[in-house]
């Protein structure tokens, strides 16, 4: 699972904790069943994580699976969705052709640059009819209009993210999803603080806005740590959940 910046083995301990825990998954997952049909009877939370949010997508009539490919998350989400949470890559569900009535992955698409096979085989296990719900724009929803905003936004290159809203949403269609409503959830919990983003940036997590520029990063880790209020959260951001419905 070296696929990603974070390495979610380990993450898995204190994941909870450091995502927002309880309040940023209910805001999830409402968000995510007001997008899902009433009809709905399977559902497939793909790269649950810890199941935090997963575990709050039941609802009378609809079962909830789990699949995520760190062993130590699945491990802690089987707790929560005992029986129904697997170990799976995204990109290779072991489930047959159109097997289910919605696919969903919350904060998935922004870490992978293979985000379109991810949305290729949502659009396989989908039934026509059958809804996919992603978060998108994932990083362009962090700091907006703070201190550390002013200083990111520059460099910030959305260009390139792999979850912007118009490559998922052509992808989509080029698998035969087409676009439904979308909504927002707030990041309960998920303000950033300067400390904790010269922190990531020194981590490698906006790497790709720099090609790997050790002084570009210095620069911009000065320019934060020169801000006020060091540990004081900006404002909880609000994320974006795009929905596609698979054509018959
Ligand atoms: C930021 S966490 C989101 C977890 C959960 N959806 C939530 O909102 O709390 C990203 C998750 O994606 C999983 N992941 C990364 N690459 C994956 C892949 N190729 N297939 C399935 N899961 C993957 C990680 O193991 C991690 O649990």
Redesign the pocket.
């Known amino acids: 699972?070296a696929?990603?910046v974070l390495d979610?083995e380990a993450e898995a301990a204190h994941y909870d904790r450091t995502?927002g825990g309880v309040p940023r998954?209910e805001a999830?997952a409402e968000a995510v069943l007001r997008l899902v049909p009433p009809g709905a009877r399977t559902l497939l939370d793909?790269?649950?994580?810890?199941g935090?949010?997963t575990e709050r997508l039941g609802r009378p009539g609809l079962r909830v699976h789990g699949?995520?490919?760190?062993h130590a998350?699945a491990k802690v989400a089987a707790g929560r969705v005992p029986g129904r949470t697997v170990r799976?890559?995204?990109?290779r569900l072991p489930l047959p052709d159109a097997s289910l009535d919605a696919v969903t992955a919350?904060?998935?698409l922004h870490?992978?640059p293979f985000a379109t096979d991810v949305v290729a085989e949502a659009a396989r296990v989908l039934r026509p009819g059958g809804v996919l719900v992603v978060t998108v724009d994932k990083d362009a929803a962090h700091d907006v209009g703070s201190d550390i905003d002013a200083i990111l936004r520059p460099h910030r290159s959305q260009g390139r993210a792999f979850d912007r809203a118009e490559l998922i949403t052509a992808c989509a269609a080029d698998h035969g999803l087409d676009p439904a409503p979308g909504t927002f959830f707030t990041g309960h919990g998920q303000g950033a603080t300067p400390r904790d983003t010269v922190r990531k940036l020194r981590a490698g997590y906006y790497a790709s806005w720099f090609d790997g520029d050790r002084a570009a990063t210095e620069t911009l880790a000065a320019e934060l740590t020169a801000l006020p209020d060091q540990d004081r959260p900006r404002a909880d951001p609000r994320y974006r959940l795009e929905s596609f419905v698979r054509r018959g």
């Open positions: 699972m696929e990603t979610y995502r998954a999830a793909v790269a649950c994580g810890t935090l949010v699949a995520d490919a760190a998350m799976a890559d995204a990109r919350v904060w998935l870490l992978v």
